[in-house]
């Protein structure tokens, strides 16, 4: 049986964790900063997981993770 191909832009932004959960990084860090709160952004630093529904096809998509 072949190997599977990772989706490229996949790996670059998803990671799995040891117990199998899907962790994206969060929105809304990329620009225009300065105007939203101190505390919003703090918030925003960390990992999210994500939704059972998206996990399962993330996980397809990057099979090797």
Do not use: E, W
């Not at 990671?15 to 918030?43: C, D, E, N, W, Y």
């Amino acid at each position: 049986m072949p190997k599977q191909k990772t989706h490229s832009s996949s790996k670059k932004r998803f990671k799995v964790t040891a117990s199998g959960k899907v962790l994206h990084k969060q929105s809304f860090r990329s620009h225009i900063l300065s105007k939203r709160p101190t505390k919003r952004m703090r918030h925003l630093r960390h990992s999210q997981v994500c939704a059972d529904a998206n996990a399962r096809v993330i996980k397809k998509m990057i099979p090797y993770a």
